[in-house]
């Protein structure tokens, strides 16, 4: 304690060092004194203490941050509308000129500078502690940068005359089985990187942010991109993907605030109400229960991407029930063709002659044909194969 002069009077100057899981208890008592104010320097510290062997126990004992530095923190990271919504609109941009030129590693400068992640786990914060005002303004926040993204991606590709769909656009727009295993890792990466102490986190915070927004930047791209050219069903594919990340990422957030100490009550915060996390956290989980109902049930249109995987491990099986020649490639893909009531799987297929075979490669291609197009039917992945076998001699 210290003697210390404001700009109009005197007073008492106390620099108290506690850890970080004792913080809540200490705000609360300093209440009880009128005329407090009180300065929250957080900082990461190696405290040692002798004896000197303990040391390398003593550095390990790293607590994760309090809930009102989470919370604080939180609402530091609002920063004005007209930054937030550049950096949306920027990110468009990238998003745009990634997926149109077929420029894969732009995709990711687009991720780092997406402003995403900052309202999604505000929105997570919100719910934790069930603050309707953080939560409108930070939900308000999310959807404005996402249709900025939209906007910009959609804009670009009437002025630039697109006119039909890149490889980058379909391959991106095609959905997963599990797809809902990325937001779920995303918003729990986000949460865990913000309790953390920054000591005892290996990851970044733009890793983090990262992560939450390769799920966000894409489809949003991709909805606006598709759009423009009529491309329904990608725009749908979208949406789909848009909507899936949106709430996984805030079901898994939300509960990781939560079981690290985020209630609706605390020292220097009293407005949160207790209905607010069950009732955002059952929508979340309704909302993604919903949202893979319709998934499964419209099979293989938002499973495109793990049937095309699934199908290639048929074509292998079909070759090697017909004997006649050793698979060296199989390429197996949805297609971009948009053809009305089809859903048209382009199967490439390589094979190499069995040693001594004296077939005539018309012959194998027409067997290996039928073998793979009945055993894709017979297995029920709901598609048109197409498949195109080509035989190969040995010199």
């Known amino acids: 304690m210290a003697e210390a002069q404001n700009a109009e009077q005197a007073i008492d100057l106390t620099i108290a060092h506690v850890s970080n899981r004792k913080v809540e208890d200490l705000l609360a008592k300093l209440e009880q004194l009128s005329d407090v104010h009180i300065t929250l320097l957080p900082m990461g510290v190696i405290a040692l203490r002798p ?7 003593q550095v390990k004992n790293v607590t994760s941050r309090s809930p009102i530095e989470i919370f604080l923190s939180g609402l530091q990271s609002v920063g004005s509308w007209r930054s937030f919504l550049a950096y949306a609109a920027v990110a468009g941009v990238i ?7 077929n420029t894969s590693y732009l995709l990711v400068a687009a991720m780092l500078i997406a402003p995403f992640a900052g309202p999604a786990m505000n929105t997570a914060i919100a719910t934790a502690r069930g603050d309707l005002q953080l939560l409108g303004r930070s939900v308000s926040r999310y959807f404005s940068a996402l249709l900025v993204t939209i906007a910009i991606t959609f804009l670009l ?21 599990v797809a809902v295993l990325l937001p779920l890792a995303a918003g729990a990466a986000g949460a865990l990187n913000l309790v953390q102490s920054e000591r005892s986190s290996l990851v970044s915070g733009a890793a983090a942010g990262m992560l939450v927004a390769a799920s966000l930047a894409l ?31 805030h079901l898994s957030a939300s509960s990781i605030f939560r079981l690290y100490g985020l209630t609706t009550q605390g020292s220097r915060y009293s407005r949160g109400k207790k209905q607010v996390f069950p009732t955002a956290l059952g929508v979340s989980a309704l909302s993604l ?6 998934q499964f049930s419209n099979s293989p249109r938002l499973e495109r991407s793990s049937r095309a995987q699934r199908a290639n491990a ?20 949805f297609t971009r063709a948009d053809i009305a ?13 069995q040693a001594g075979s004296s077939v005539p490669s018309q012959q194998i291609r027409d067997r290996l044909t ?10 029920g992945f709901n598609v048109t194969p197409l498949v195109d076998v080509t035989v190969l001699d040995t010199p």
Do not use: H
């Open 51 to 57: 004896p000197a062997s303990e040391a390398p126990q």
């Open 95 to 101: 998003v745009w000129i990634g997926l149109y030129p």
């Open 157 to 177: 590709s009437l002025l630039l005359q697109q006119q039909s769909a890149t490889s980058l656009m379909l391959d991106s727009s095609q959905v997963s089985a």
């Open 219 to 249: 489809p949003a791209g991709i909805i606006g991109m598709a759009s423009a050219i009529g491309r329904w069903d990608m725009a749908v594919s979208g949406l789909f993907l848009l909507f899936l990340q949106l709430f996984g990422i």
């Open 289 to 294: 229960a919903a949202l893979l109902t319709w």
């Open 314 to 333: 048929e074509v292998q099986k079909a070759v090697e029930q017909v004997g006649l020649a050793r698979l060296v490639e199989a390429n197996v893909r």
């Open 341 to 353: 009531d089809q859903s048209t799987l382009l199967a490439q297929v390589y094979v190499q002659r």
């Open 370 to 379: 039928q073998a793979i197009q009945t055993r894709l039917l017979n297995q």
